[in-house]
Protein backbone atom coordinates (compact mmCIF):
# COMPACT_ATOMS: atom_id res chain seq x y z
CA UNK A 1 0.00 0.00 0.00
CA UNK A 2 1.45 3.32 -0.93
CA UNK A 3 1.59 6.15 1.73
CA UNK A 4 2.65 10.04 0.67
CA UNK A 5 6.53 8.94 -0.16
CA UNK A 6 6.58 7.37 -3.79
CA UNK A 7 9.13 7.23 -6.21
CA UNK A 8 6.60 8.41 -8.63
CA UNK A 9 6.90 11.89 -7.48
CA UNK A 10 10.05 12.68 -5.92
CA UNK A 11 11.62 16.14 -6.76
CA UNK A 12 14.17 14.56 -9.29
CA UNK A 13 11.34 12.68 -11.45
CA UNK A 14 8.74 15.98 -11.40
CA UNK A 15 8.00 17.57 -15.23
CA UNK A 16 10.81 19.80 -16.15
CA UNK A 17 8.47 22.73 -16.51
CA UNK A 18 7.87 22.60 -12.79
CA UNK A 19 11.96 22.20 -12.56
CA UNK A 20 12.08 24.97 -14.22
CA UNK A 21 9.74 27.00 -11.59
CA UNK A 22 11.63 25.58 -9.07
CA UNK A 23 14.86 27.17 -10.43
CA UNK A 24 14.10 30.89 -11.44
CA UNK A 25 15.94 33.10 -9.10
CA UNK A 26 13.14 34.65 -7.36
CA UNK A 27 12.47 30.85 -5.78
CA UNK A 28 12.97 30.01 -1.98
CA UNK A 29 11.93 27.48 0.07
CA UNK A 30 9.31 28.55 2.16
CA UNK A 31 7.71 27.36 5.56
CA UNK A 32 3.83 26.53 6.37
CA UNK A 33 3.64 29.96 8.50
CA UNK A 34 5.07 31.84 4.96
CA UNK A 35 2.06 30.27 2.88
CA UNK A 36 -0.02 30.98 5.75
CA UNK A 37 -0.29 27.08 6.81
CA UNK A 38 0.40 27.39 10.38
CA UNK A 39 -2.10 25.66 12.90
CA UNK A 40 -5.88 26.39 12.40
CA UNK A 41 -8.18 25.91 9.84
CA UNK A 42 -7.64 26.99 6.00
CA UNK A 43 -8.79 27.15 2.82
CA UNK A 44 -6.09 24.06 0.92
CA UNK A 45 -5.31 25.41 -2.33
CA UNK A 46 -1.85 24.87 -3.84
CA UNK A 47 0.90 22.21 -4.99
CA UNK A 48 3.77 21.75 -2.00
CA UNK A 49 6.90 19.82 -2.13
CA UNK A 50 7.56 18.89 1.94
CA UNK A 51 11.80 18.85 1.82
CA UNK A 52 12.15 18.94 5.19
CA UNK A 53 9.35 18.48 8.55
CA UNK A 54 6.51 16.44 8.96
CA UNK A 55 2.91 18.02 9.53
CA UNK A 56 -0.46 16.22 9.83
CA UNK A 57 -3.81 17.20 7.91
CA UNK A 58 -6.72 16.84 9.78
CA UNK A 59 -10.48 16.82 8.45
CA UNK A 60 -13.26 18.41 10.76
CA UNK A 61 -16.71 17.47 11.19
CA UNK A 62 -19.43 19.80 10.31
CA UNK A 63 -19.26 20.58 14.48
CA UNK A 64 -15.69 21.75 13.85
CA UNK A 65 -14.47 17.97 15.77
CA UNK A 66 -11.51 16.71 13.95
CA UNK A 67 -11.69 13.34 12.54
CA UNK A 68 -8.29 11.26 12.38
CA UNK A 69 -5.35 13.24 10.74
CA UNK A 70 -3.15 11.68 8.14
CA UNK A 71 0.92 12.72 8.30
CA UNK A 72 2.75 14.12 5.40
CA UNK A 73 5.96 13.43 5.52
CA UNK A 74 9.58 14.99 3.85
CA UNK A 75 10.05 14.15 0.02
CA UNK A 76 6.79 13.84 -0.62
CA UNK A 77 4.63 15.71 -2.49
CA UNK A 78 0.75 17.10 -1.59
CA UNK A 79 -1.66 18.95 -3.17
CA UNK A 80 -1.94 16.96 -6.59
CA UNK A 81 -6.20 17.57 -6.88
CA UNK A 82 -5.84 21.11 -6.23
CA UNK A 83 -6.57 22.26 -9.64
CA UNK A 84 -8.95 19.85 -10.12
CA UNK A 85 -13.10 21.41 -10.25
CA UNK A 86 -13.79 19.81 -6.62
CA UNK A 87 -14.66 21.71 -3.42
CA UNK A 88 -11.43 22.29 -1.42
CA UNK A 89 -11.81 21.79 2.28
CA UNK A 90 -10.95 23.73 5.09
CA UNK A 91 -8.61 21.54 6.99
CA UNK A 92 -6.77 21.27 9.96
CA UNK A 93 -2.73 21.73 10.00
CA UNK A 94 -0.81 20.53 12.95
CA UNK A 95 3.43 21.04 12.29
CA UNK A 96 4.54 17.95 14.04
CA UNK A 97 8.02 19.08 13.08
CA UNK A 98 9.50 22.76 11.58
CA UNK A 99 8.70 22.71 7.78
CA UNK A 100 10.45 23.53 5.15
CA UNK A 101 8.61 23.53 1.75
CA UNK A 102 8.62 24.40 -2.30
CA UNK A 103 5.22 25.87 -3.23
CA UNK A 104 3.17 26.78 -5.92
CA UNK A 105 0.13 28.66 -5.78
CA UNK A 106 -2.80 27.35 -7.74
CA UNK A 107 -3.09 30.07 -10.04
CA UNK A 108 0.61 30.09 -10.81
CA UNK A 109 0.53 26.20 -11.20
CA UNK A 110 -2.88 26.00 -13.35
CA UNK A 111 -1.06 28.80 -16.01
CA UNK A 112 2.14 25.99 -16.01
CA UNK A 113 -0.23 23.16 -16.42
CA UNK A 114 -2.58 24.60 -18.61
CA UNK A 115 0.48 25.41 -20.93
CA UNK A 116 2.21 21.63 -20.59
CA UNK A 117 -0.88 19.40 -20.17
CA UNK A 118 1.16 16.82 -19.05
CA UNK A 119 1.51 18.06 -15.84
CA UNK A 120 -2.28 17.56 -15.04
CA UNK A 121 -1.51 13.77 -15.31
CA UNK A 122 1.87 14.10 -12.94
CA UNK A 123 -0.75 15.50 -10.11
CA UNK A 124 -3.18 12.78 -10.73
CA UNK A 125 -0.28 10.36 -9.67
CA UNK A 126 0.61 12.27 -6.92
CA UNK A 127 -3.51 12.50 -6.15
CA UNK A 128 -3.24 8.41 -6.42
CA UNK A 129 0.06 8.46 -3.57
CA UNK A 130 -2.28 10.78 -1.44
CA UNK A 131 -5.10 8.94 -1.41
CA UNK A 132 -4.98 5.62 0.55
CA UNK A 133 -4.59 7.93 3.45
CA UNK A 134 -7.31 10.09 2.83
CA UNK A 135 -9.49 6.85 2.73
CA UNK A 136 -8.08 5.58 5.58
CA UNK A 137 -9.27 9.11 7.73
CA UNK A 138 -12.77 7.96 8.53
CA UNK A 139 -12.01 4.17 9.01
CA UNK A 140 -9.46 5.25 12.45
CA UNK A 141 -12.12 8.32 13.23
CA UNK A 142 -14.41 5.06 13.92
CA UNK A 143 -12.20 3.02 15.89
CA UNK A 144 -12.14 2.91 19.75
CA UNK A 145 -9.42 5.25 21.76
CA UNK A 146 -6.86 2.84 22.02
CA UNK A 147 -6.90 2.14 18.73
CA UNK A 148 -6.78 5.76 17.57
CA UNK A 149 -3.68 6.85 19.35
CA UNK A 150 -1.95 3.56 18.77
CA UNK A 151 -2.15 4.66 15.25
CA UNK A 152 -1.19 8.07 16.47
CA UNK A 153 2.18 6.81 17.81
CA UNK A 154 2.80 4.71 14.73
CA UNK A 155 2.36 7.40 12.55
CA UNK A 156 4.77 9.65 14.35
CA UNK A 157 7.99 7.14 14.08
CA UNK A 158 10.32 8.46 12.12
CA UNK A 159 11.35 7.04 8.34
CA UNK A 160 14.73 6.23 7.45
CA UNK A 161 15.96 4.81 10.80
CA UNK A 162 18.18 1.87 10.55
CA UNK A 163 15.95 0.08 13.33
CA UNK A 164 13.01 -0.29 14.99
CA UNK A 165 14.23 0.16 18.73
CA UNK A 166 14.04 2.67 20.69
CA UNK A 167 12.41 5.48 19.90
CA UNK A 168 12.05 9.01 21.07
CA UNK A 169 9.12 11.23 19.76
CA UNK A 170 8.97 14.69 20.17
CA UNK A 171 4.81 14.70 21.19
CA UNK A 172 2.97 16.30 23.85
CA UNK A 173 -0.06 15.13 24.83
CA UNK A 174 -2.21 17.59 23.40
CA UNK A 175 -0.31 17.16 20.50
CA UNK A 176 -1.44 13.73 19.88
CA UNK A 177 -4.96 15.23 21.21
CA UNK A 178 -4.95 17.29 18.34
CA UNK A 179 -3.84 14.94 15.65
CA UNK A 180 -6.40 11.73 17.31
CA UNK A 181 -8.88 14.42 17.61
CA UNK A 182 -9.73 12.97 21.16
CA UNK A 183 -9.55 14.95 24.38
CA UNK A 184 -6.44 15.04 26.04
CA UNK A 185 -7.96 12.94 29.55
CA UNK A 186 -8.66 10.27 26.98
CA UNK A 187 -5.45 10.35 25.12
CA UNK A 188 -3.70 10.31 28.93
CA UNK A 189 -5.87 6.73 29.58
CA UNK A 190 -4.70 5.37 26.80
CA UNK A 191 -1.18 6.02 27.61
CA UNK A 192 -1.17 5.89 31.18
CA UNK A 193 -2.21 1.76 29.71
CA UNK A 194 0.52 1.50 27.59
CA UNK A 195 2.95 2.49 30.05
CA UNK A 196 2.01 0.48 31.97
CA UNK A 197 2.50 -2.48 29.89
CA UNK A 198 6.03 -0.73 28.95
CA UNK A 199 5.98 -0.22 25.74
CA UNK A 200 6.43 3.47 26.15
CA UNK A 201 7.60 5.99 28.64
CA UNK A 202 5.84 9.19 28.83
CA UNK A 203 8.31 12.53 29.78
CA UNK A 204 7.81 16.17 29.55
CA UNK A 205 6.33 16.83 25.66
CA UNK A 206 7.82 13.60 24.64
CA UNK A 207 6.66 9.31 24.51
CA UNK A 208 9.68 6.77 24.81
CA UNK A 209 8.88 4.35 22.63
CA UNK A 210 9.98 0.75 24.17
CA UNK A 211 8.82 -1.95 22.04
CA UNK A 212 7.67 -0.37 18.14
CA UNK A 213 7.20 -3.98 17.28
CA UNK A 214 5.03 -4.77 20.22
CA UNK A 215 3.07 -1.00 19.59
CA UNK A 216 2.53 -2.56 15.94
CA UNK A 217 0.85 -5.97 17.17
CA UNK A 218 -1.87 -3.46 18.86
CA UNK A 219 -3.12 -2.73 15.50
CA UNK A 220 -3.94 -6.23 14.32
CA UNK A 221 -7.62 -5.43 14.90
CA UNK A 222 -7.76 -1.97 13.57
CA UNK A 223 -9.60 -1.69 10.12
CA UNK A 224 -6.75 -0.78 8.14
CA UNK A 225 -7.98 -1.65 4.52
CA UNK A 226 -6.36 1.08 2.63
CA UNK A 227 -3.52 2.36 4.17
CA UNK A 228 -1.00 0.42 7.06
CA UNK A 229 1.01 2.62 8.75
CA UNK A 230 3.34 -0.58 9.62
CA UNK A 231 4.10 -1.30 6.16
CA UNK A 232 5.54 1.98 5.48
CA UNK A 233 7.56 2.11 8.74
CA UNK A 234 9.27 -1.45 8.15
CA UNK A 235 10.22 -1.06 4.25
CA UNK A 236 11.09 2.51 5.23
CA UNK A 237 14.10 0.74 7.51
CA UNK A 238 15.61 -1.54 4.77
Not at 207 to 212: V, Y
Request: glycine share 4%; proline share 6%; net charge positive.
Amino acid sequence: MKGTRSSNTSLQQIPQQLLNYFEDEDFTISTLKKVKLTTGFFNFTGLFYIKKGRFSISLPQQDLATLYSFMVEPNSWFGGLTLMPLPHPFLLINEIEHVELLYIPKTRLTKIADAHPIIYKWLLNIAADNLPQWFQVPLIALSNKKIRVVYCLVTLLPLNRGDLNIIELDASQQKISDICGLSRPRVNEVLKELEHHELIKVKHKKIIIHKPMAMFELLDDANLGFYDPRITKTKETK
